[in-house]
């Protein structure tokens, strides 16, 4: 057996953690440490390593590197404010809360997330264009199998605090992103969603082609918390960046 520790706050880290209003980013340095860059050199950006590689496995399977662009990924919290109070001022504070998460309260600041139009030759920085047909409904289809969910989808607007987006994806890995995407869920409601399946009593599972995977919640009640793994087995462990951390068990 494996025996791991987590702190409390550990449970600030990892893919599964929601970024919102009510939860913002505890420590917005963490994510600097595993940026990768992305995209054309003239218009490259970051993006954290794993979230990186698999977007571009995810383009190179629908042949789209050419006729997607990649608008926005990492932000500091010196370009959050500054790209929050730019909207304020040419914008305003009704479409700003809409569309632009506040500082210390964007998915942008993690890596974990990007923004993506239609190639042309003028994009919208905030609302670039990302329909529902043609290349990025070939993006959208094949989306969850590589981890990506589309964030702020419509009608989940009281839940997620801010308007449909059609252009934002945020990176949580798969299984989840599969099971968010069969269930209609956004990531606020799958954190509550697997609060149900208590680590050593039922357990979510989600049965692929050749294996299972179970999917559990840990309180993070202790300081320390152990946990015990089997040494032979796979499993990813991320915090929800609420009050626990989600376990994920590859082939149990």
Not at 7 to 14: L, M, P, Q
Not at 33 to 53: D, F, M, Q, V, Y
Not at 137 to 165: L, P
Not at 182 to 188: F, G, K, Q, T, W
Request: some cysteine.
């Amino acid at each position: 057996m494996s025996e791991i520790t987590l702190s409390k706050e550990d449970i600030h880290k990892g893919y599964q953690i929601l970024v919102n209003k009510n939860h913002a980013i505890k420590n917005p340095c963490q994510f600097t440490k595993h940026l990768l860059p992305i995209g054309l050199r003239s218009n490259e950006l970051l993006l954290e390593k794993n979230t990186a590689n698999l977007l571009g496995q995810l383009l190179d399977s629908i042949a789209a590197k050419n006729k997607i662009a990649l608008v926005s990924g990492y932000r500091s919290l010196k370009e959050q404010e500054e790209i929050y109070q730019t909207s304020l001022l040419e914008y305003g504070k009704l479409f700003t809360e809409k569309y632009v998460a506040l500082p210390n309260c964007s998915e942008h600041q993690t890596g974990l997330a990007i923004d993506l139009g239609e190639q042309a030759e003028k994009i919208d920085f905030i609302r670039p264009h990302f329909p529902y047909s043609g290349i990025a409904e070939d993006f959208r289809n094949q989306a969850a199998k590589y981890g990506f969910i589309e964030r702020y989808q419509k009608n989940k607007e009281a839940v997620t605090g801010i308007s449909h987006e059609p252009w934002h994806f945020r990176y949580v890995g798969y299984p989840h992103a599969q099971i968010m995407q069969d269930h209609h869920l956004c990531l606020e409601e799958y954190v509550t969603f697997i609060q149900d399946y208590k680590y050593g009593e039922k357990h979510y599972c989600f049965q692929t082609e050749n294996k299972k995977i179970e999917i559990c919640y840990i309180k993070a009640e202790a300081n320390p918390i152990i946990l015990k793994i089997p040494d032979e087995l796979y499993y990813q462990l991320s915090g929800n960046n609420v009050d626990g951390f989600i376990l994920t068990m590859f082939g149990v």
